[in-house]
Nanobody, 125 residues
Framework: QVQLVESGGGLVQAGGSLRLSCAPS????????MGWFRQAPGKEREFVAA????????YYEDSVKGRFTIFRDNAKNTVYLQMNSLKPEDTAVYYC??????????????????WGQGTQVTVSS
């Protein structure tokens, strides 16, 4: 069983930046594609970004393209989500997830095997 732990969330003003990190306990992530999802109150969990096991392919939800960057450091066994130019509508609990489907083109929650507990991101206007 893989347990994922997110960190880096917090409160930031609109236009600011945050970097989220995700690291596993007890297992390497190097063979897994990774993704970030978010869930705002009263809304369904939505895809944000994904990355292949090698880091060579990345995918983004349209509203975050050009503002968010997903990347991974397999030597550190950590995946990151760099979030710039944050907007109030980015406010949500952010979750990282690991998928056995290594291509990274995993855009729905059903394609992921392991999840973190989530970290809150709040963007004030």
């Amino acid at each position: 069983q893989v347990q994922l732990v997110e960190s880096g969330g917090g409160l930031v003003q609109a236009g600011g930046s945050l970097r989220l990190s995700c690291a596993p306990s007890g297992r390497t992530l190097s063979n897994y594609a990774m993704g970030w999802f978010r869930q705002a109150p009263g809304k369904e969990r939505e895809f944000v970004a994904a990355i292949s096991w090698s880091g060579g392919s990345t995918y983004y939800e349209d509203s975050v393209k050009g503002r968010f960057t997903i990347f991974r450091d397999n030597a550190k066994n950590t995946v990151y989500l760099q979030m710039n130019s944050l907007k109030p509508e980015d406010t949500a609990v952010y979750y990282c997830a690991a998928s056995r489907y290594g291509s990274g083109y995993n855009l729905t929650p059903y394609e992921y095997d392991y999840w973190g507990q989530g970290t809150q991101v709040t963007v004030s206007s």
